[in-house]
């Protein structure tokens, strides 16, 4: 019956696009979970496992106005290293952090999703397309 053949086809059609699709949506909280650990292996060190920072040494990057809903200011410091004096809920810091440019763009993304909606009630996000720009 071509009819019926025709709209089996279409229905297993559909089936395949839906698969190809799935895969490559992110969710936020997969993001997240995925910049935890980039975190923990890359600043954790010096920003410190809660984010709070080294007072004087390294500035906090859990309720940091600077960054908050900035997340394009995240990405440059990984990217471009951070240097120079900044203020950072009234104390100073005038260090040094190295550029971590080795990250791939979707690391990045991830560590920056994770930074802002853990850490300074923020759900802007940068896709690893936007890094990739940023480069
Ligand atoms: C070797 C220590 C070190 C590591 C590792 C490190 N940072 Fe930093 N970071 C610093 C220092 C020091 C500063 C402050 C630099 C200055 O005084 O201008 C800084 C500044 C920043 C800032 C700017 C904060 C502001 O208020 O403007 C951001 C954002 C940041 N780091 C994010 C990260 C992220 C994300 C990672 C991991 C991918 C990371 N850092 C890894 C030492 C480090």
């Known amino acids: 019956?071509?009819?019926?053949?025709?709209?089996?086809?279409?229905?297993?059609?559909?089936?395949?696009?839906?698969?190809?699709?799935?895969?490559?949506?992110?969710?936020?909280?997969?993001?997240?979970?995925?910049?935890?650990?980039?975190?923990?292996?890359?600043?954790?060190?010096?920003?410190?496992?809660?984010?709070?920072?080294?007072?004087?040494?390294?500035p906090p990057l859990a309720d940091n106005p600077n960054i908050k809903d900035n997340p394009e200011h995240i990405a440059n410091s990984i990217l471009k290293g951070q240097s120079g004096h900044i203020t950072v809920n009234g104390d100073s810091y005038n260090g040094m952090m190295p550029p971590l440019a080795h990250l791939s763009d979707e690391n990045i993304a991830d560590v920056v999703a994770f930074i802002l909606a853990e850490w300074n009630e923020s759900k802007t996000t940068l896709s690893a397309a936007d890094i990739k720009a940023l480069r």
Request: proline content about 5%.
């Open 1 to 58: 019956m071509p009819l019926l053949r025709r709209v089996f086809n279409q229905c297993n059609r559909s089936v395949v696009l839906l698969a190809m699709v799935l895969p490559a949506a992110h969710s936020l909280a997969d993001d997240v979970t995925a910049g935890k650990a980039v975190y923990q292996k890359n600043c954790q060190a010096c920003h410190q496992p809660t984010g709070a920072g080294i007072k004087g040494a390294f």
